[in-house]
């Protein structure tokens, strides 16, 4: 089992920066990849980035490139979301996500377990 819990979201204005934060528990977190989704409301949960097991290979959505940036920390049993030069288009539900062992999650069907999601809120 794992449990997910994410923090760092809030109400920020369009060009701000958040950091959101992702902390696990549970054994699997360490040789599992883990991903950053988002929902905004009336739309498909979307993949945003996505990080393997070792913190060597990132993954992200076209939307964000650039912009965003995955790292973890395994010492911590924590994944980060850096996320620059925001847009009201940002404005979401973000949730993280573990994948199967040794897999990195790019697709809702390749989580195994997910957060209760932290809500971001951009301005214009």
């Known amino acids: 089992q794992v449990q997910l819990v994410e923090s760092g979201g809030g109400l920020v204005q369009a060009g701000g920066s958040l950091r959101l934060s992702c902390a696990a528990s549970g054994p699997i977190f360490g040789i599992a990849g883990v991903g950053w989704f988002r929902q905004a409301p009336g739309k498909e949960r979307e993949f945003v980035a996505a990080?393997?097991?070792?913190?060597?290979?990132?993954y992200y959505a076209d939307s964000v490139k650039g912009r965003f940036t995955i790292s973890r920390d395994n010492t911590k049993s924590t994944v980060y979301l850096q996320m620059n030069g925001l847009k009201p288009d940002d404005t979401a539900l973000y949730y993280c996500a573990v994948g199967r062992p040794l897999r990195t999650p790019r697709q809702r069907d390749e989580c195994e377990y997910w957060g209760q999601g932290t809500q971001v809120t951009v301005s214009s």
């Open positions: 990080i393997d097991w070792t913190g060597g290979t990132s």
